[in-house]
């Protein structure tokens, strides 16, 4: 069974700072994706990774990805509040045609 | 048209009703998703279709029924269901299953039972 474990869980972060989100997964595979997700919300496609050593950036978040580690990271650099969100990675088992999502890292940056 | 189109937004049923959740999609994917997610939590795969045929998370309940009319359409009919299915229900689709493409998620479907 593919399990996919995110942390941090809770992150509370200043403006201006950086910081980094990590999912672990257990099993191969070959695509992975992250969403933002805002309360009350649909998910909203960050990045899709597709292989070893990708790494993605839109703005000010960066996405990397390696499979022989099954990690991928999600940098945030330099913090402002409009990126207060859930964020969730996902990694799919193509064969299988299923989705399994993290838990989430509830992100929250102050002022 | 990237996007995919869901309806209704609010949903309030009682645990007698019959209803229905619509997805749309013009974007030519040939897969298409029935999420389930609760409050805090991460959306839960309930059904795929790939190329209109359906695999099923098999710790769906009956009373949750899909359906795709065509590549563009998906149902998600309601019989029956407990205070314990409310939730925001999520409609996804993509190019296909295989390699390569992203999911587009609908706006969600806000489901109430009482």
Redesign the interface.
């Given at each position: 069974e593919l399990k996919v474990e995110q942390n941090p869980l809770f992150l509370s972060m200043q403006e201006g700072k950086n910081y980094t989100i990590y999912c672990n997964y257990s099993t191969t595979s070959?695509?992975l994706?992250w969403?933002r997700q805002d309360p009350?919300?649909?998910?909203?496609?960050l990045f899709?990774l597709?292989s070893n050593g990708a790494v993605k950036q839109e703005g000010r978040l960066m996405a990397s990805l390696d499979t022989k580690a099954r990690l991928s990271t999600l940098h945030i650099t330099a913090a402002v509040h409009d990126l207060s969100a859930t964020y969730?990675c996902a990694v799919i088992n193509?064969n299988a045609?299923?989705?399994t999502?993290?838990?989430?890292t509830t992100l929250t940056v102050k002022p | 048209d990237t996007e995919v189109t869901q309806t209704p937004k609010h949903l309030v049923m009682g645990m007698t009703n019959k209803k229905s959740l619509k997805c749309e999609q013009h974007m030519g994917h040939r897969?298409m998703?029935w999420y389930k997610q609760k409050a805090?939590?991460?959306?839960?795969?309930m059904f795929?279709y790939?190329y209109e045929k359906l695999?099923i998370n098999e710790s769906v309940p009956s009373r949750f029924s899909p359906e795709c009319p065509n590549s563009s359409l998906l149902n998600l009919h309601l019989h029956a269901l407990q205070p314990e299915d409310s939730a925001?229900y999520?409609c996804?689709s993509s190019p296909y299953?295989?390699?390569?493409?992203?999911?587009?998620?609908?706006?969600?479907t806000?489901l109430t039972v009482v």
């Open positions: 070959d695509r994706y969403y009350g919300k649909s998910l909203e496609s899709v597709l969730f193509t045609g299923k989705s999502f993290g838990d989430g | 897969a998703y805090k939590k991460p959306p839960e795969l795929v790939s695999s925001l999520l996804a299953t295989g390699k390569g493409g992203g999911y587009t998620f609908g706006s969600g806000r």
